[in-house]
């Protein structure tokens, strides 16, 4: 059986709170509280919810907002959706393999793609090679 379909009461065992809030339920962590932030070390970033590879180091940069943000994403590794919960539509993008919501991507990026995919640390965990 795939990530995409382990039952609630599984995420909530396998997740902490904190985790189960953004991945599952689509919240957002403070800014400014995530180690990974400061994580600049070779490696890799993959979901916390089932480990699939989301973003190689050489893809992170310093945003400056508060939260990790990559320039771009491994090929296929993420989906995107429209999320119109606040006042302005914004782009959300979640795990491809367990459709964990990851955070938003925004058109004001560094080149070469312009985006930053914003993401919430609590919901990656760091593999340094």
């Given at each position: 059986m795939g990530h995409r379909h382990k039952a609630d009461t599984q995420w909530r065992c396998d997740l902490t709170p904190e985790q189960y809030q953004v991945l599952r339920e689509e919240g957002t962590e403070r800014r400014f509280t995530s180690a990974l932030n400061a994580e600049y070390r070779k490696g890799v970033f993959v979901c916390a919810g089932c480990g699939e590879p989301l973003f190689k180091?050489?893809?992170?940069?310093d945003s400056k907002t508060g939260w990790p943000s990559?320039?771009?994403?491994?090929?296929?590794?993420?989906?995107?959706?429209?999320d119109r919960k606040?006042?302005?539509?914004?782009t959300e993008y979640h795990c491809a393999s367990c459709g964990g919501h990851q955070g938003h991507v925004f058109e004001d990026g560094p080149n070469p793609t312009g985006l930053r995919y914003c993401n919430n640390g609590v919901a990656l965990k760091f593999i340094p090679d």
């Open positions: 180091s050489d893809m992170k940069y990559f320039f771009t994403a491994i090929a296929d590794a993420i989906e995107t959706k429209v606040l006042f302005a539509q914004r």
